[in-house]
């Protein structure tokens, strides 16, 4: 009975209850849809089925909970993912990666981890994590797998500053559960479904420069109506707005229009959204009010993703803004998230997101799968990282007319710099 709730995620007549929100359409019959535009629909059948028999098979729950994301990876497709229930309480690794280009490095690397204690420091190259080479291709699956698959070891290759490769095993912290795991995992996803209002309270940060330029960082797109007109309001007064959208994720598509509102002069559509229902345009009207006229830049990176990429290329098809930085991640897809709890004999909770619509851009393009091309690519380089500096943001207030150092700029946000 191992992965009776695995086998029910795939199988279309199953009914598992629903937590929290109200279903809108079947995550199975949503993902045969798009079956249909990729050409997988012939064979989507037989590889469930033959995903159903490897999961009756599987020796553990972890080999149960990879063949699923082995099926779903076959649709290449950003938002379209299973999160199993947690097998252990809380993991730490002690360091962060990012991709920066095309190559791997560390962010972060938390004291009196087994990270450090093995010499790890911002800046290494991570060249494989676990025997995968660490790239953009790779990314963020292999952050997708650390999240849902806790390790206790992780075998890594890096390369430090002065080109030495290292091969670590490094250890993580691994919490088990110390009772039942239905409890905390009923809270975790109470949490996840209460994102929003966490992203909310987190809130945009704001640095004001003086009169020529005010910096606004958004973690996320989850403010609504009046507040973000309040916030973007503090811009006006200001010669030049920064709207840092590094490491953003995405957000609510209400959101990411309403700020839209409120830095585009004229009304201008967005995208139009081809789906199962009727395609329909998103558009967007100007805000005289409240709005921001001043020069406006937008700063972005391989983490940002979905309605970060749909503002930042939004305001350079309008010629609105300059966008420097990384290439974003692609990942834009229009997706409905669900939390189910399957009752069966091990009474889970799990985590399903499927793609719902994608998004064409006034250029006639899609961003899934390709990004958004920065005006000006600015990376940081190994040594930036080691050294805390923040060149995309120094040039970023060059072009506003600020002098501000890398050294300057990378303590703007000394708590996001460390998370990165």
Known sequence: MLSYWTSSFLNRNSRPAILFKPQRKSPSSEIRYWCVTTNL???????????????????????????????????????????????????????????????????????????????MKPGDEVLTINGFTAERASGTRLQYALS??????????????????????????????????????????RETLSYEESMDQLGPEIKDLGPQLLVIKLPAFVRLGGDVDSLIQKARGHDALIVDLRGNTGGREDSVMRYLNDVLPNEAKVADVISREKPHALTVKPNPRDGYTGKLIVLVDSRSASAAEIFARTVQLQGRAKVLGDVSSGNTMQ????????????????????????????????????????????LPTAADLANGRDPVMAQAAALAGVTLTPEMAGKLFPENAELH
């Open 148 to 189: 849902i698959i806790p390790r206790p070891m992780l075998h890594l290759y890096t390369r430090d500053l002065a080109g030495k490769v290292h091969k670590l095993d490094v250890a993580s912290i691994v919490k088990p559960f110390t009772h039942t795991p239905y409890a905390p995992e009923l809270e975790r996803w």
């Open 335 to 378: 997706a409905q998230h669900d939390v189910f709890f399957d009752q069966g004999p091990l009474r889970a909770v799990y985590f399903v997101s499927v793609t719902i619509g994608d998004l064409i851009m006034p250029d006639g393009h899609s961003l899934e799968g390709v990004g958004v091309t920065p005006d000006e690519i600015l």
């Open 41 to 119: 629909s012939v064979v989507w059948a037989t590889l469930v089925n033959q995903t159903k028999a490897q999961i009756d098979d599987a020796p553990d729950l972890a080999t149960a909970n990879a063949e699923i994301e082995a099926l779903l990876e076959k649709l290449h497709d950003s938002h379209t993912f299973f999160v199993p229930p947690r097998s252990v309480a809380s993991v730490d690794y002690g360091w962060n990666f990012q991709v920066i280009g095309n190559r791997c490095y560390v962010t972060r690397v938390k004291a009196g981890s087994d990270a450090a204690r093995q010499g």
